[in-house]
């Protein structure tokens, strides 16, 4: 008896009459001739980074699982206990010192070159991007928060480095999408520009073709997904109609997409768009800036009056704790998105890798990085524990040796990158 050939999800897709992006759905794998548990799992990696280091003695954990304590500053992360990593003692050398150095390689290793010749090294997202090039429509998705700055640091280090952890090639950094309408734009294809109609519209039209077609489970979960872009929509689009009422257009051509003035809804519109690419595969690889290094942002909802790098030296203070807390929240509301997403058995939270790191302990102390892992990468990361090398030794706690172990989770294999040649024991 000859095997009847498989189609893949893409093919059936398009088959189904479905062109643009659409979430998992378990009726796509059966009629592919996949089981919700042999289904190929798609896994995602993103990082969210805040400048600036952290504040010390309010990040902390103890135990695992359920039972796992953590910190005042990791407390946004409490219902989340058994699907996190809390990781201390890691060490970047090359980003050990001062400010600006360490940023641009904390997701490279790399040493960088001081002067007006900008050299580093590639960042692990953009071989992650590259990896799976060939299966996504987008690459990966270079987001951020805070405008990137010029000119150089004291330490003659340009501060090209201290605004950008994403690198195509050790000359340039991958540019920075500050834009939400712009990367919402970007999750469609060619709708670019489309949002002075709807994308929703498009997204709607096609899901109401399959209706019919699926289960009454992917039913829910098609309406539960159109809720979701019906909303981050929205949002982007009052944006716009901001931007367009304080901006001088020509007629007929489409506003300059909008910065939201309140930092709450810029990074949760951000944290939004990275769930909706991660949900529809149409990027498996994210970064988002949320505050860059010798960070000016400002954050008066919560009562602080100066800017991030000033209260970054006074980090044991309350009011550097409530700042560091808010970016955890925002980590929170992202691993939280990502865990209400179903995909088969399990959900895109427990099929990613989503972390959370800075580039100092405390002020201007590199010695280790505050670092935190969310979701099991498709049941091949382990997850509920609290993890401490600081005592190993340094050639046992190199950064770029948790990279190498979630490339390889991850399909793709390097014999050494940045300063390490060895996998993280223990993760």
Not at 212 to 230: A, M, P
Not at 243 to 249: F, G, L, R, Y
Request: charged letters at 25%; proline letters at 4%; hydrophobic letters at 35%.
């Amino acid at each position: 008896m000859i095997a009847e050939p498989k189609v893949s999800r893409r093919v059936l897709l398009k088959g189904l009459g479905a062109t643009v992006a659409l979430p998992w759905l378990e009726s796509v794998s059966l009629l592919a001739g996949e089981t919700a548990s042999k289904a190929k799992v798609s896994q995602r990696f993103a990082c969210l980074f805040i400048g600036d280091g952290i504040s010390p003695p309010h990040w902390w954990s103890k135990g695992k699982g359920a039972d796992m304590e953590l910190g005042s500053s990791l407390q946004p992360l409490a219902q989340f206990k058994e699907k996190i990593n809390v990781i201390n003692g890691l060490h970047n050398k090359e980003g050990d010192g001062g400010h600006a150095k360490c940023t641009g390689n904390i997701l490279s290793g790399a040493s960088l070159q001081r002067g007006r010749t900008i050299k580093g090294g590639v960042s692990m997202d953009q071989l992650l991007a590259k990896h799976y090039e060939e299966e996504t429509a987008q690459p990966s998705l270079v987001l951020g928060c805070e405008q990137p700055v010029s000119g150089f640091h004291e330490s003659q280090y340009s501060m090209v480095y201290a605004s950008h952890i994403s690198w195509r090639n050790p000359d340039s950094p991958v540019p920075i999408e500050l834009y939400p309408a712009l990367a919402f734009d970007s999750l469609f294809g060619g709708k670019a520009g489309k949002l002075q109609g709807s994308i929703l519209d498009d997204v709607l039209q096609q899901a109401n073709d399959l209706t019919g077609k699926v289960s009454g489970f992917d039913k829910t979960k098609l309406d539960e997904y159109l809720s979701s872009v019906r909303e981050t929509e929205q949002r982007v689009q009052r944006l716009n109609k901001m931007a367009k009422e304080e901006s001088t257009v020509k007629p007929g051509q489409r506003p300059p997409a909008g910065q939201p003035k309140d930092f709450r809804e810029y990074a949760k519109l951000m944290c939004d768009i990275i769930a909706l690419a991660f949900q529809t595969d149409r990027s498996r690889v994210a970064t988002l800036l949320l505050s860059r290094d010798l960070s000016g942002q400002v954050y008066p909802f919560l009562g602080v009056r100066d800017d991030h790098h000033s209260y970054s030296h006074s980090n044991t203070e309350k009011e550097y704790q409530s700042i560091v807390k808010f970016h955890v929240e925002q980590y929170a509301y992202l691993v939280g998105k990502l865990e209400k997403m179903q995909e088969g058995e399990r959900t895109v939270l427990d099929n990613s890798c989503i972390m959370f790191v800075s580039e100092h302990w405390n002020a201007h102390n590199g010695n280790q990085v505050p670092l935190i892992l969310a979701g099991g990468l498709g049941g091949t990361l382990a997850t509920g524990r609290s993890l401490d090398y600081l005592q190993a030794g340094n050639g046992k706690r190199k950064l770029c040796s948790l990279y190498l172990s979630i490339m390889d989770r991850m399909g793709l294999k390097q014999n050494e990158f940045g300063d390490a040649k060895e996998r993280l024991a223990g993760i």
